[in-house]
């Protein structure tokens, strides 16, 4: 969603709404966010397929009773107390947060966690993460506009070696933690098997390292023009920016042609 349907400003633009809408090609949100980042994506479009949240790790529909789970891959809380453990005591001026289903949690209000806010429309719920023990819980997530003290933590996190997590940076502030079972390649073979698909009917949209399982599993992957050159060389087609309607015109110049 971020840097590809949303623009900059974190929302989605008429064109792209009428472009999606006009195709009636299904279509599945496939993000790192988490459902109630999503919902107002969702509810724009009309969607009523399955959706796919935090890369992969949960997979769901968005009914009027809320978010009905058809699959999920949460983290395992081991390694969430171990990691909580090493970035605040090694990190403490990163902002750190995690996600339940319905929740967004964090110990404290800071840069990173307004930045968030504004961007996403939600609101934090203040929390300590000790008292998350039985919480089913899908993704730690850490900004830092400090991209030297970035590097460090995304390096010092690798290092540990946790087999049953996923360590990804989404963009150049965001490092966000998942369970290794949450790949978006495991959410594009669910739509896959669920709608009897193959490979070459299926097309992505992405911008992001996080992106490349997704776009290396369908038959046309598209890439957008804001997407670093490493990520461009993995597109079939590269779209213009999310900036300037890309989804939109990705659809109507190479799935409608």
Known sequence: MDGTLLNSEGSVSDVNVSAIKNSKIPFTLVSARAP????????????????????????YKKTNSGF??????????????????????KFPDVSCSCY??????????DEGINYESKLTGQKATLIDFADLVDTKLYKIMMITFDLNLMEQLNQMLLNL????????RSGDNYL???SDLAQKSKGIKYIQDSENLIKKEM????????DLPMLTNVGVPIVMANAPLEIQQYGEYITKSNDDN?????????LEK
Request: net charge neutral.
């Open 36 to 59: 109630m980042e999503m919902s107002a994506a969702i509810d724009k479009l009309n969607l009523t397929d399955p959706q796919i949240g935090f890369n992969g790790g949960l997979i």
């Open 68 to 89: 009905k789970v058809l699959d999920d891959k949460p983290l395992n809380m081991t390694s969430f107390r171990k990691l909580i453990k090493v970035i605040q005591n």
């Open 100 to 109: 339940g289903l319905n929740a967004w949690y964090t110990e404290r209000i």
């Open 161 to 168: 070696k946790i087999t049953n997590v996923s360590i990804k």
């Open 176 to 178: 966000e933690i998942t």
């Open 203 to 210: 097309a992505a949209f992405g911008d992001g390292h996080n």
């Open 246 to 254: 890309g989804v939109a015109y990705g659809i109507e110049s190479f």
